[in-house]
């Protein structure tokens, strides 16, 4: 990473769809931010527990608080625990969520045995949480696997979950269950899309006591819906 830099940079070129011409080349890196933590946020909202109040964020990296702050939209969150490795980032991201009027705080992932929703964005390659460190009825939003490789929840947690993705192919292959399906844990015949759930098409949330995890490694169409929707406003003003 160079210095001064975000973690990761995005760039999107948006063409005409009927002539095939450049409209815009979007600096998108701020609306990636957006885009994941909004998905994040409908992702919860349709299968965390309607009174889930306790979020704890695993990762302190550049991504985490755009995700602590979408969830906090859609449920009112009693408290926001901050786990990570490096001590003075999670200080910092609890001192800016504060300053926003919610209820954060540094702890170790030790706080994910009290927790409703748990979100994970990290760059880990190996697990980071275990299915004995949850208790049932959690939301678990695994955010930060997205290529070959990474991991951040070891193959006992999508054995006990119900198992959500935004899209099947790409859990299997750079998703956090990339794993679980190598493994044989879980079968792809396991998994729902989360637009499954959203149109009533497949079950989500089916009580109180499941543990749902939703993987999440991201779609082309979320770039391009909020970097058309940046252009709109742009041509707006």
Same mark, same amino acid.
């Given at each position: 990473?160079?210095?001064?830099?975000?973690?990761?940079?995005?760039?999107?070129?948006?063409?005409?769809?009927?002539?095939? &011409?450049?409209?815009?080349?979007?600096?998108?890196?701020?609306?990636?931010?957006?885009?994941?933590? *909004?998905?994040?946020?409908?992702?919860?909202?349709?299968?965390?527990?309607?009174?889930?109040?306790?979020?704890?964020?695993?990762?302190?990296?550049?991504?985490?608080? &755009?995700?602590?702050?979408?969830?906090?939209?859609? =449920?009112?969150?009693?408290?926001?625990?901050?786990?990570? =490795?490096?001590?003075?980032?999670?200080? =910092?991201?609890?001192?800016?969520? /504060? @300053?926003?009027?919610?209820?954060?705080?540094? /702890?170790?992932?030790?706080?994910?045995?009290?927790?409703?929703?748990?979100?994970?964005?990290? @760059?880990?390659?190996?697990?980071?949480? !275990?299915?004995?460190?949850?208790?049932?009825?959690?939301?678990?939003?695994?955010?930060?696997?997205?290529?070959?490789?990474?991991?951040?929840?070891?193959?006992? $947690?999508?054995?006990?979950? =119900?198992?959500?993705?935004?899209?099947?192919?790409? *859990? @299997?292959?750079?998703?956090?269950?990339?794993?679980?399906?190598?493994?044989?844990?879980?079968?792809?015949?396991?998994?729902?899309?989360?637009?499954?759930?959203? $149109?009533?098409?497949?079950?989500?949330? !089916?009580?109180?006591?499941?543990?749902?995890? &939703?993987? @999440?490694?991201?779609?082309? $169409?979320?770039?391009?819906?909020?970097?058309?929707?940046?252009?709109?406003?742009?041509?707006?003003?």
């Amino acid at each position: 990473m160079h210095d001064g830099l975000a973690a990761h940079g995005s760039t999107v070129l948006l063409l005409d769809d009927a002539t095939g &011409f450049p409209v815009a080349v979007v600096a998108a890196t701020h609306l990636t931010a957006l885009r994941t933590a *909004a998905v994040d946020a409908v992702a919860v909202d349709a299968l965390a527990r309607p009174d889930a109040s306790r979020l704890v964020v695993v990762g302190t990296g550049h991504q985490a608080g &755009f995700d602590a702050r979408a969830i906090a939209y859609i =449920r009112p969150l009693t408290d926001i625990a901050i786990c990570g =490795r490096n001590q003075q980032a999670a200080a =910092r991201l609890v001192a800016d969520l /504060a @300053s926003q009027g919610l209820p954060a705080r540094v /702890a170790d992932v030790s706080a994910v045995a009290d927790a409703d929703i748990v979100v994970t964005v990290t @760059s880990a390659h190996e697990p980071l949480l !275990r299915a004995g460190d949850l208790r049932l009825g959690t939301h678990i939003s695994a955010m930060g696997a997205d290529s070959p490789g990474k991991q951040e929840l070891d193959v006992d $947690i999508p054995m006990m979950a =119900r198992c959500v993705v935004d899209r099947v192919e790409q *859990a @299997s292959s750079i998703g956090e269950l990339q794993h679980a399906l190598a493994a044989r844990a879980i079968a792809v015949e396991d998994l729902v899309t989360l637009s499954d759930v959203l $149109i009533g098409a497949a079950p989500g949330r !089916r009580d109180d006591r499941e543990v749902t995890m &939703f993987d @999440s490694s991201g779609m082309a $169409i979320q770039d391009l819906a909020v970097c058309s929707l940046a252009l709109a406003r742009a041509e707006a003003e």
